[in-house]
């Protein structure tokens, strides 16, 4: 069954840095890309970011530029995200989803989520 | 960026009726276009991929259909599990976009 685990989620003061992480399992990480996407309590959803299967290419939302870094570890089949100068409206829901087909397919698999809440 | 606009924002319907859902791009994302399940508390769950392909396990009464600019989601007859807010998204270009939401609620 193919499975991804996010964590690292916690309660971080504005300004302040978090590490998420992904643990996949159940499929061949290695050749898909893969992908963050989040969601404000009560909200609709928003994609953060994408990085290519080797993690040679990654993408952002505007509203994150600058600030995230996606990154991937294909040897421990783990994707991460780097949040930095975290703000208020950074606080969401955040979901590790996997990308189908042959390259930048829908979000066919999606974590359980992890909850990052901005706020002093 | 495509701005994906959804209606109707609630649809209020019984078991057992059709759901027509609409998705409007705000530029043509050929047929690049998703549709998603949410329900409460859990994560979303891909439903139609690229306009009209059923994604695994997807049960027959939900097909997708447009291209361009227009889709439709539709639930052919709706069982008590199929209420839940539906997503469009685009794949077409960057950034990635979803719509805004349709709920279908119990009537």
């Known amino acids: 069954e193919e499975q991804l685990v996010e964590s690292g989620g916690d309660l971080v003061q504005p300004g302040g840095s978090l590490r998420l992480s992904c643990a996949a399992s159940g499929f061949a990480f290695s050749s898909y890309a893969m992908g963050w996407v989040r969601q404000a309590p009560g909200k609709g959803l928003e994609w953060v970011s994408a990085i290519s299967p080797s993690g040679d290419k990654t993408f952002y939302a505007d509203s994150v530029k600058g600030r995230f870094t996606i990154s991937r570890d294909n040897s421990k089949n783990a994707l991460y995200l780097q949040m930095n100068s975290l703000r208020a409206g950074d606080t969401s829901i955040y979901y590790c989803a996997k990308r189908g087909g042959d390259g930048w397919g829908a979000f066919e698999v999606w974590g359980q989520g992890t909850l990052v809440t901005v706020s002093s | 960026e495509v701005v994906l606009t959804q209606s109707p924002a609630t649809l209020s319907l019984s078991p057992g009726e059709r759901a027509t859902l609409s998705c409007r791009a705000s530029?043509?994302?050929?047929?690049?276009l998703a549709w998603y399940q949410q329900k409460p508390g859990q994560a979303p769950r891909l439903v139609i991929y690229d306009a009209s392909n059923r994604a695994t396990g997807i049960p027959a009464r939900f097909s997708g259909s447009g291209s361009g600019t227009d889709f439709t989601l539709t639930i052919s007859s709706l069982e008590p599990e199929d209420f839940a807010v539906y997503y469009c998204q685009q794949r077409s270009s960057w950034p990635l976009t979803f719509g805004g939401g349709t709920t279908v609620e119990i009537k």
């Open positions: 530029q043509s994302v050929r047929s690049l």
